[in-house]
């Protein structure tokens, strides 16, 4: 197990990363402004999903394995950015509705929205790559098998993304409520958030490992 040291050090950092502007957060904060805070919760938790996944892939060597593949991260990225483009186009064509209330359910379920979290998390290459290059920083082998001390690193990251991520769709998803009275608003809200995912979709197109 890593020491307490190492893993109050390990969640700063993390935290640090987490409100650190980014791809994820930004797509939670999107998600957040436009759907509600639900909406950017049940996408926080999918992202954490993702996590998990990488956090194996790690242990199991697998990002050793994308890093010395060109075609497959070329893949991963290629697969990313298509789907934050179809993000995209539904954001610009999505309709305003005025709100009745002081809160608005997701306008897509809860389980979809999960989903979207899970594959924005898996279809960007550079996340695995990142976990790949920063957990084994924080491994020891003094301190135990390798396999759990990145098990645990792993949830460690996970309580920091629902702890900054958390805070980021709360807050997002109040000032949302708010833009979303107005269809006007709600309207300029959405073109928004096509245009950030559309950038987000450029950026992961272009990024090289």
């Not at 954001?91 to 306008?107: D, H, I, K, N, Y």
């Not at 608003?185 to 992961?204: D, E, P, S």
Request: aromatic letters at 8%.
């Amino acid at each position: 197990m890593p020491s307490l040291d190492t893993l109050l050090v390990f969640l700063g950092t993390a935290l640090v990363l987490g409100f650190t502007p980014g791809p994820d957060n930004l797509f939670v904060l999107m998600q957040s402004a436009t759907q509600g805070r639900r909406a950017g919760i049940a996408v926080v938790l999918g992202l954490c999903t993702g996590i998990v996944v990488h956090t194996t892939a790690v242990a199991l060597g697998l990002a050793a394995l994308l890093a010395a593949s060109p075609l497959a991260f070329t893949v991963m990225k290629g697969a990313g950015a298509a789907y934050l483009l179809y993000l995209a186009v539904g954001a610009w064509r999505a309709p305003a509705t005025a709100l009745p209330g002081a809160s608005q359910a997701p306008a897509e379920p809860l389980a979809a929205l999960y989903r979207r979290g899970i594959v924005m998390n898996l279809s960007n290459p550079k996340v695995l790559l990142f976990f790949f290059a920063l957990l084994p920083q924080f491994v020891v082998a003094e301190r135990g098998p390798v396999a759990l001390q990145l098990a645990v690193l792993g949830g460690v990251f996970i309580l920091s993304t629902l702890i900054s991520f958390g805070a980021i769709a709360w807050a997002a998803g109040l000032l949302g409520e708010r833009l979303r009275r107005s269809p006007g608003l709600q309207r300029g809200l959405n073109r928004c958030a096509a245009l950030v995912f559309a950038g987000l979709a450029v950026r992961l197109a272009t990024v090289q490992r």
